[in-house]
C-alpha cells in the first residue's frame, strides 16, 4: 500500500486532527450555547443598568431603569418581550462560539502539547496551563470578535423597543452589514480589546482550571477518566472563570452597546480603561460584578454541558481524551 493510500485508510481525525478538533469543539460549544443562553441574554441587559456614563451624557432620557435582579429581570424578558425573546441574539451567539470555542480548543492542545510541552511525568505545570488558557483564550476571542458584537448589540434590541426607540437591525446579516458601512472593517473589531482581555482572564479560569484540576484528579484520586471527574473539574473551572471575567465582560458589554459616531467612535467611552474608571467612579467597585450570579450560573451549566459533551464526543470519534 503506498503512503497516499495508506493515509487515506486512516480515520478522519487522525488525517486531520487539528481540524477534528475545531469541529469536536464547536459542536460542544453550540450545544453548550443554545442551552445556557438565556442567562448570558439576562447577564447582558443587567451590566447595561444604571450606567452612569449614559446619564453625564443625557442619552437616558430621564428613564431610570429598575435594578431588577436576574430572576425579575428574566421574568420582565418574557412578560415585556415574550418567551422567544430569551433568545434574541442566539444565532451570532452561536456563531460566535464555532469560532471562538474551535480555535481556543485547537490553539490550547497546540500550545500544551508542542509549544510549551508537558514534563516528563505527563503533567503540565500550571504556569504553562495559565499562559497557554490566556493565549489560547485571546487568540480565538480575537478571530470571534466581530460576532460576539452583534450578538451584545441584538441582544439590547427588544430592551430599544420597549423603550420606544426604532430597532438598529432586521437580523444578523443585517447588523454585520451596517456595522461593517458605518464604522468599516475596524467596527467590527469595536471593543476588541476589552473582550480579548476578558476571554484571557476567562480562559485562565476555564481552560486552565479544568485542565488542571482533571489532571490532579488523576494522578491524586481513585477516580478515572470518566464523567465523574469531567463533571468536577468542569464545576471548578465555571466558578473560577465567572470570578476572573465578569469585571472584563461589564467594561465589554458597555464598550460594544455604546452608541457611536459617524467614524465609528464611542460616545461614552473613549477606551476600556475609561470605561473601567467611569464606571468605578460612578457607581462604585462592585458594579463591575453586576450580572455576576447569572454569569456564574451561566458559566457553571455552559462548562459542564460544553465539557462533557466535548469529552464524550472526542471519546465516540476515538479522539484521545482532552
Known sequence: MSPAEEEKSLPLP????RASKFALSACAAAVAELVTFPLDLTKTRLQVQGEAAVHRNGAAAGQAVPYRGMLRTAAGIVQEEGLRKLWQGATPAVYRHIVYSGVRMVAYEHLRDSVLGRSEDGSFPFWKAVVGGMSAGAIGQFFASP?????????????RKL????LRFRGVHHAFMKILSEGGIRGLWAGWVPNVQRAALVNMGDLTTYDSVKHFLLLNTPLVDNSVTHSVASCCSGLVAAVLGTPADVVKTRIMNQPRDRQGRGLLYKSS???LIQTVQGEG???????FIPTWMRMAPWSLVFWLTYEQIRRICGVSSF
Do not use: A, H, I, N
Request: charged content about 30%; overall charge neutral.
Open 14 to 17: 487522525e488525517r486531520w486532527p
Open 273 to 275: 480603561m475609561d470605561c
Open 285 to 291: 467597585f462592585m458594579s463591575l460584578y453586576k450580572g
Open 147 to 159: 460576532t460576539d458584537l452583534v450578538k451584545v448589540q441584538m441582544q439590547m434590541e427588544g430592551k
Open 163 to 166: 423603550e420606544g426607540k426604532p
